[in-house]
């Protein structure tokens, strides 16, 4: 026969599975629920679908606790879904440790006021699973709390998410509208006679420009000959400018020489300005003595007249004896006729 199985080591084996198993909670969960902690809310202004109670609450990768709770309220005439959220204080110190050196409840309001600000982000794409994730990110504020003294964990909306808020602001129903109207408009654009003439016109100034185009083309060896004759001028006209140019400066030097020596021979006490004022004044005295020999008064002058008159008196002498011999030729011969 088997023999039966002791009551008492079975009893034993059993207590001791207990034990065991106690044991094991303790260490897996015991620094959990044993752990001091500290309770935050975040508002929300979205959909939190996804998030739900125990969901994990992690900053860069390292989880700081988890959801406690999910509500709903209405303020200022909007609604918000505030989750409250259960964090180890002990890792929250070790985020400041400057605040916790003073006083481990300050450590969360200062992390708020360095920029602690939380996020919605998923766990997983095939479930749809949310949690928290909280980080610094810039625009930090002093930390505030709410009615039953939680700190308020600012929130902000993720790229995604941001988006989505731009889209749902966008009128959709005005857009088309818009579009709508813009389409009819350039319909009858498009119809209308002031868009063919435009085209007809269009058209035309095509036709004149291939035209333009054509003659250019059969003109163009022409106009290049043309163009480089001219070049040619204008270098060779070029060249005779410089030239012209080299010469004037020349010039130019030739004159400020001259004038250099000018005014170095018109200096005050020159030798040339000397003898210039000298003539001057000799030609002044010969001046005077002409005027004075050919004034009425002097006697050259008046020798000059007398002469003048037996000049005259002469004159009429023989003038008289010219006519007197044209008159009695034989006159030379026989003498003058009484």
Request: glycine share 10%; charged share 20%.
């Amino acid at each position: 026969m088997t023999p039966r199985p002791n009551a008492v080591r079975i009893g034993l084996f059993a207590v001791g599975g207990l034990l065991l198993l106690g044991a094991a909670l303790v260490v897996v969960l015991g620094s959990r629920f044993l752990a001091p902690t500290d309770q935050a809310v975040m508002h929300f202004g979205g959909s939190v679908y996804g998030l739900q109670e125990g969901s994990p609450v992690v900053f860069r990768g390292v989880r700081l606790g988890s959801i406690k709770s999910i509500g709903l309220v209405q303020e200022a005439g909007r609604l918000t879904v505030p989750v409250v959220a259960e964090l180890n204080r002990a890792r929250i110190v070790g985020l400041d440790g400057a605040a916790a050196t003073q006083d481990p409840e300050l450590s969360l309001p200062a992390l708020v006021a360095r920029g602690l600000s939380a996020q919605l982000a998923t766990q997983s794409l095939l479930t749809g699973q949310l949690y928290v994730d909280l980080d610094l990110r810039p625009g930090g504020k002093p930390a505030q709390r709410n009615a039953v003294g939680l700190v308020i964990i600012p929130t902000t909306l993720t790229r995604f998410q941001s988006l989505q808020d731009q889209l749902d602001k966008v009128d959709l129903a005005r857009m088309s509208e818009d579009l709508s109207a813009t389409l009819t408009a350039a319909r009858g654009l498009i119809g209308g006679p002031e868009l063919k003439q435009t085209l007809a016109e269009l058209a035309q100034a095509s036709a004149s420009l291939a035209r333009l185009t054509a003659t250019l083309d059969k003109r163009a060896p022409v106009l290049a000959n043309a163009a480089q004759g001219t070049l040619l001028q204008a270098g060779r006209a070029s060249v005779r400018v410089g030239q012209a140019a080299d010469r004037v400066t020349v010039s130019a030097d030739r004159i400020g020489s001259a004038a250099g020596r000018a005014e170095e021979l018109l200096t005050p006490g020159s030798p040339v300005l000397a003898g210039v004022q000298q003539a001057a004044e000799e030609l002044g005295r010969t001046a005077s003595a002409l005027r004075a020999a050919t004034s009425e008064e002097s006697p050259n002058v008046q020798g000059v007249q007398r002469a003048m008159a037996d000049v005259s008196r002469a004159a009429r002498a023989v003038r008289e004896l010219a006519d007197t011999l044209e008159q009695q030729p034989q006159s030379l011969i026989r003498g003058k006729n009484p």
